[in-house]
């Protein structure tokens, strides 16, 4: 983790995580990102309040890796690409085994001073699992066997456990 000082010396933000350190359970996170790409916005409408709500998902990262964001409403206009900006109280959403850095309602983004130059793009921290075949268990088998390789009931003539 970095700490931002002022010239003063004094800290103004406590501690920087840096996109590398995220995990699906990071909350209140304070990021230093780059947005490297957005994406075109779209409209979606709530389905509990039924407003319509501004969405837009761009790619955020620092010299450690890059990440997915999901930009809502006020952001998407606010933000602009190439630019680096400050994210405090951030947190990180889970979907469909990917991670998403989302700014929370108390959250806010501020251009920041420093710009981050060159962004790490190698590690993708959004898709932790991409390129991993998932586990799967292998099918049960018609003989019925059991761990130690004997005839199951199945194979004996009486029927499965499952069969009732």
């Known amino acids: 983790m970095v700490t931002l000082t002022n010239s ?52 955020a990262g620092d010299s450690t890796a890059k990440i997915s964001m999901t930009l809502w409403n006020e952001d998407v206009d606010s933000l602009q690409e190439g630019h680096t900006y400050l994210l405090t109280k951030g947190y990180v959403r889970e979907y469909d085994e990917c991670m998403y850095l989302v700014r929370s309602r108390s959250g806010e983004f501020r251009e920041s001073a420093k710009h981050i130059e060159k962004v790490y793009e190698s590690v993708d ?38 069969g009732f």
Request: charge should be positive; aromatic fraction near 6%.
């Open 8 to 59: 003063d010396g004094d800290e103004s933000n406590p501690k920087i995580t840096c996109i590398s350190e995220l995990t699906p359970d990071s909350k209140s996170v304070t990021l230093l990102v780059r947005i490297i790409s957005m994406s075109q916005a779209r409209q979606v409408r709530s389905n509990k309040t039924n407003r319509r709500h501004l969405v837009q998902d761009a790619v």
């Open 125 to 162: 921290m959004s898709r932790p699992f991409a390129g991993q075949k998932p586990y799967r268990k292998s099918p049960r088998t018609k003989s019925g066997r059991s761990f130690r390789g004997t005839p199951g009931r199945e194979e004996k003539g009486y029927c499965s456990w499952k």
